[in-house]
Nanobody, 128 residues
Framework: QLQLVESGGGLVQPGGSLRLSCAASGFTLGNSAIGWFRQAPGKEREWVSCISSSGGSTNYADSVKGRFTISRDNAKNTVYLQMNSLKPEDTAVYYC?????????????????????WGQGTQVTVSS
């Protein structure tokens, strides 16, 4: 059974940091492009970041650029999202998603459609 599981969410004060993990089971994450998305209450889901299957390409939404870093550890079958300088507007449920048949190993998408598998999400709350 192919599955993605996010972890690492929680409550943090503004300016703080969290590291989210996205662990895969049932398939090799290293062959997949991975995206992180988030959904705040009352808002549509939005793309946050992605990393290509090769790991050589990473992309970020303007709202998180310079604060968030995506990385992958293929040996652990895990992708990470390091989030620094967190703001209250970062509060959301964060989801990782896998595109298991990327068109090109050097790219990843900001759109929902290429992603085949989604995790259940982890809550991130930024509040004092």
């Amino acid at each position: 059974q192919l599955q993605l599981v996010e972890s690492g969410g929680g409550l943090v004060q503004p300016g703080g940091s969290l590291r989210l993990s996205c662990a895969a089971s049932g398939f090799t994450l290293g062959n997949s492009a991975i995206g992180w998305f988030r959904q705040a209450p009352g808002k549509e889901r939005e793309w946050v970041s992605c990393i290509s299957s090769s790991g050589g390409s990473t992309n970020y939404a303007d709202s998180v650029k310079g604060r968030f870093t995506i990385s992958r550890d293929n040996a652990k079958n895990t992708v990470y999202l390091q989030m620094n300088s967190l703001k209250p507007e970062d509060t959301a449920v964060y989801y990782c998603a896998a595109d298991i048949r990327p068109v090109w190993s050097g790219s990843c998408s900001y759109r929902d459609r290429p992603y085949d598998y989604w995790g259940q999400g982890t809550q991130v709350t930024v509040s004092s």
